[in-house]
C-alpha cells in the first residue's frame, strides 16, 4: 500500500534533465522521502532521501516543496544508463520495511 | 549495489524441491532485509532481521518460507516444497541500523529462482 502516487512513464532526451515527480500527500511530519531505481533485472538503487530540505548528492538532486505533499528527482544530465523504473518511497515511522509502489517508468532516447 | 552478496544468482529447482539463497549484507551491516519480485510485479517486503532475530516478519508466506540470519554467516531465506508460483527474484537488502540515514537499505543484485 505505497503511500506515493508517480506518473507511470516518462521520456527524456539524453543530455537533458530528467525531472521525476512524485505526490505523497499523507506524509506525516518525521516521515523521510526515499527514492530508488531498479535497471532491468538489477537490484534496487539507493538514490537519495530527504525530509524537509532539498538535497543534492553525486547522482541526483531532491527538491521537496514546503508542505512537503510533493516532491521532484532531478537528473542533471540524463544518459541512456539512467533508463529505469524510479521509485518514490515514502517509509512509515512504525516499520523498517520499503514499501514499493509500480513507480515510473523513465526511458531516455538518444 | 556492490556490498550486499547474494547467491546463487540464479537458482533451478523441481517442484517439491527445496530451495535455500543466500545473502551476505554490507561490511559493518547488521540489519537485513528480503524482498521478492514476481514477474512483471513490483518488489514486495518479506522479511527483516538482525542478528539472530527475526523483527518483522509480516510479509512472509504463512508456510514453507523461513528466513534466518545466524550470529555467523550470511541471512539464509529458505523455501520447502517449491512450487511454480515461487518463481521469481529475490532480493536482499542491508543497512546499518534503523531510523534517517541509519536505515538506508543497500540491495543485492538478487537470486533468480525459476521452479520447473
Known amino acids: 500500500d505505497a503511500k506515493t502516487t508517480q506518473p507511470p512513464s516518462m521520456d527524456c532526451a539524453e543530455g537533458r534533465a530528467a525531472n521525476l515527480p512524485c505526490n505523497h500527500s499523507?506524509?506525516?511530519?518525521?516521515?523521510?522521502v526515499y527514492w530508488y531505481r531498479q535497471i532491468h533485472s538489477q537490484g534496487p538503487q539507493y538514490i537519495i532521501h530527504?525530509?524537509?530540505n532539498n538535497e543534492t548528492n553525486e547522482m541526483a538532486s531532491l527538491i521537496i516543496t514546503e508542505d512537503r505533499k510533493s516532491s521532484t528527482l532531478i537528473l542533471p544530465h540524463a544518459t541512456l544508463r539512467d533508463t529505469a523504473v524510479y521509485y518514490c518511497?515514502?517509509?512509515?515511522?512504525?516499520?523498517?520495511?520499503?514499501?514499493f509502489g509500480t513507480g515510473t517508468r523513465l526511458q531516455v532516447f538518444p | 549495489n556492490a556490498g550486499v552478496m547474494q547467491n546463487p544468482r540464479h537458482l533451478v529447482r523441481r517442484r517439491g524441491q527445496e530451495a535455500r539463497l543466500r545473502c551476505s549484507p554490507m561490511?559493518?551491516?547488521?540489519?537485513v532485509y528480503w524482498y521478492r519480485q514476481l514477474p512483471e510485479e513490483g518488489l514486495k517486503f518479506m522479511v527483516y532481521?538482525?542478528?539472530?532475530?527475526?523483527?518483522?516478519e509480516s510479509g512472509m508466506p504463512k508456510e514453507r518460507f523461513s528466513a534466518e540470519f545466524p550470529k555467523e554467516g550470511p541471512s539464509i531465506l529458505r523455501i520447502q516444497q517449491v512450487v511454480r508460483g515461487d518463481s521469481a527474484a529475490y532480493f536482499c537488502?542491508?543497512?546499518?541500523?534503523?531510523?534517517?540515514?541509519?536505515?538506508?537499505?543497500?540491495f543485492g543484485a538478487g537470486t533468480r529462482l525459476s521452479v520447473l
Open positions: 561490511k559493518g551491516h547488521s540489519h
Open positions: 530527504g525530509l524537509k
Open positions: 537488502a542491508s543497512s546499518r541500523g534503523r531510523g534517517g540515514d541509519k536505515n538506508i537499505q543497500y
Open positions: 518511497i515514502v517509509r512509515p515511522l512504525n516499520t523498517d520495511k520499503l514499501i
Open positions: 532481521l538482525q542478528k539472530e532475530n527475526i523483527i518483522d
Open positions: 499523507t506524509i506525516s511530519g518525521n516521515e523521510y
